[in-house]
């Protein structure tokens, strides 16, 4: 089942905060971050395990509550580079990914100077 | 390092025609994946492999075949197209329980 992100799109002015939410109505192993900038390929973010382990290169931080089957990707002093729209994927199970993630339908994000 | 490669990048085909989409990596990778990637929907995965030899279905696999001879490459096959396959295809690959990387996309038109 497609997890939801919310917001669906958000602007904001060069240098301020951003929140995306990622949710499911079915228990979650692992939840993954990309951002994917306007006709170019999804690009790896970040990690995020059951048990609280993190993976990522980015300077990006992100929470994973596992109780409520949420996750949120926290984007602080916003640069304009940031600009793209951000998905979530889950996995169901601990296959390493070798099922496949199930992603949402994405969070617009717009950087103005 | 190319990391994943896909070709065509863009293809026109009329419907009833069939194609074949290459995707082929670099890095070793045990899994790959096909998604397809349409306006309003996120990234919805077609079918996938765990390995060399195997392979299985995703979310939305009619219509698509696909085979993993070798661990480098996975292709996707459309026998007979149809317009409601006209989307962006994107192939990925990833080691064991880490991120995708993802290649550049093919863009398909089914007229």
């Known amino acids: 089942q497609q997890p939801v992100q919310s917001p669906q799109a958000v602007i904001l002015r060069e240098g301020e905060d951003a929140v995306i939410n990622c949710s499911s109505s079915?228990?979650?192993?692992?939840v993954h971050w990309y951002r994917q900038k306007h006709g170019e390929a999804p690009v790896f973010l970040m990690i995020?395990?059951?048990?609280?382990e993190q993976k990522g290169h980015e300077k990006i931080s992100a929470s994973f509550n596992e109780k409520k089957q949420q996750s949120s990707l926290y984007l602080t002093a916003s640069q304009l580079s940031y600009s793209g729209t951000y998905f979530c994927?889950?996995?169901?199970?601990?296959?390493?990914?070798?099922?496949?993630?199930?992603f949402g339908k994405g969070t617009h994000l717009i950087i103005q100077p | 390092n190319a990391g994943v490669t896909q070709t065509p990048k863009f293809r026109v085909l009329k419907t009833g025609q069939s194609m074949t989409l290459l995707c082929a990596q670099d890095?070793?990778?045990?899994?790959m994946y096909w998604y397809r990637q349409d306006p309003g929907m996120g990234l919805r995965l077609i079918h996938y492999?765990?390995?060399?030899?195997?392979?299985a279905k995703g979310e939305v696999p009619d219509g698509y075949n696909v085979s993993r001879l070798k661990k480098q490459n996975f292709l996707l096959g459309l026998e007979s197209a149809a317009p409601s396959q006209t989307s962006v295809y994107f192939c990925?690959?990833?080691?064991?329980?880490?991120?995708?990387?993802f290649g550049s996309g093919t863009r398909l038109t089914v007229v």
């Open positions: 890095m070793n990778h045990e899994y």
């Open positions: 492999s765990v390995g060399e030899g195997t392979t």
């Open positions: 990925a690959s990833s080691p064991i329980g880490y991120g995708y990387t």
């Open positions: 079915k228990a979650l192993y692992s």
């Open positions: 995020l395990l059951k048990g609280g």
């Open positions: 994927g889950t996995e169901k199970g601990p296959g390493g990914g070798a099922d496949g993630l199930t």
